[in-house]
């Protein structure tokens, strides 16, 4: 029998919170028996909206907190004076071993550094990176890193490349995962000095599958299972995507209503339109994960709705089954050696 996987969230973190937060949480727990939640945060609000559903009381607990790091707070200033917000006190659940993973939809950046203080990384990890799982034709792929190293070195790229394969195979269970670096071409000497730098550190790693530089628009079309970037470039994807998304779902629904023969075409196609554009809905794919931390902590979108908490807390559960922690480790000291 598998073990309980126990996951502190930030109820009070993002900006639907607590209300979707704590949805997102019973959902979770309804769905898997494999999983207890910690609700961190102010234990009036969070009760009121526990109140509000049937659930297995077993799988939740509720863990007072009496303040909030609002999303504009100088994040280091926020971590050191706010030692009773959620935000913090769910992340030292993590470091004490009382929990395997956090999951906010709070402040990216009081999350990035408590993250790294709190929890702390891997030993031999330079720069933990975000790394959402991004919808692609083919199934999905690994944007590693999306917003945690706007000035990463080629050797961090390096360990994005492992820790992002490690990921891919245990969690997602994609044998050999193919790992490309974003350029602008596909030719090996194309690119800026950071990316012409990298590429042979990667076409000389043993330990993993690199297939050479992708092009954005190849993407989409899963050119690639671990896609990796600094930051910078893994935001801007990262945005583009959810708004090149959103505005062609917009555009779908407004053709389909332009006449009476498009109204009855759209009834007709409604389900299997509805089955495809689910698939490429990010919120079906969870949070990103801090990669290299020694404990698991992920961070959802900040409008994240109770579909997303719920499947961040889920991908919690084959992240922590898989020890995925002591994979990386391993990953990495074999780099050292």
């Known amino acids: 029998m598998a073990e309980i996987v126990k996951v502190a969230v930030d109820a009070m973190g993002g900006d639907n919170a607590p209300s979707e937060i704590v949805k997102g949480a019973v959902e979770a727990v309804r769905e898997s028996s494999h999983v207890k939640v910690f609700l961190v945060g102010g234990e009036a ?3 009121a909206e526990l109140a509000k559903y049937t659930y297995n009381k077993e799988q939740v607990e509720v863990v007072n907190a009496t303040e909030i790091i609002e999303t504009a707070e100088p994040p280091v200033m926020a971590i050191r004076k706010k030692k009773d917000s959620s935000l913090v006190k769910a992340l030292m659940l993590v470091k004490e071993g009382t929990c395997d993973a956090y999951v906010s939809a709070g402040s990216t950046g009081a999350t990035l550094v408590g993250g790294q203080v709190i929890v702390g990384r891997i030993k031999g990890v330079e720069r933990p990176p975000l790394a959402p799982l991004i919808p692609t034709v083919t199934g999905c792929s690994l944007l590693i890193d999306c917003g945690a190293n706007v000035d990463a070195r080629p050797s961090h790229l390096v360990q994005f490349a492992k820790m992002g394969s490690v990921y891919m195979e245990h969690v997602m269970g994609i044998k050999n995962p193919r790992v490309a670096i974003v350029n602008i071409g596909a030719e090996e000497d194309k690119g800026n000095a950071l990316v012409k730098e990298t590429f042979p550190l990667l076409k000389n790693c043993p330990d993993i599958n690199f297939v050479g530089n ?8 899963g050119g690639a299972d671990v896609i990796v970037c600094e930051a910078f470039v893994g935001n801007v994807i990262l945005k ?13 629904k407004e053709g389909m209503m332009t006449s009476l023969r498009s109204k009855i075409g759209a009834l007709l196609v409604k389900p299997a339109l509805k089955s495809t ?7 079906e794919y969870g949070g990103a994960p801090l990669l290299g931390l020694n404990g698991l902590v992920v961070k959802t979108h900040g409008s994240s709705k109770a ?3 719920k499947n961040s807390i889920l991908q919690c559960i084959t992240f922590t089954e898989q020890n ?8 990495i000291t074999m780099e050292e050696n």
């Open 45 to 47: 609000v969070v009760n």
């Open 214 to 221: 992708i092009e954005a628009r190849d993407i989409p079309s």
């Open 240 to 252: 583009m995507y959810e708004g090149v998304g959103a505005a062609l779902i917009k555009k779908v």
């Open 277 to 283: 554009l689910k698939a490429f809905d990010l919120e």
């Open 307 to 309: 579909v997303e908490i």
């Open 324 to 331: 995925i922690n002591k994979k990386i480790k391993e990953k």
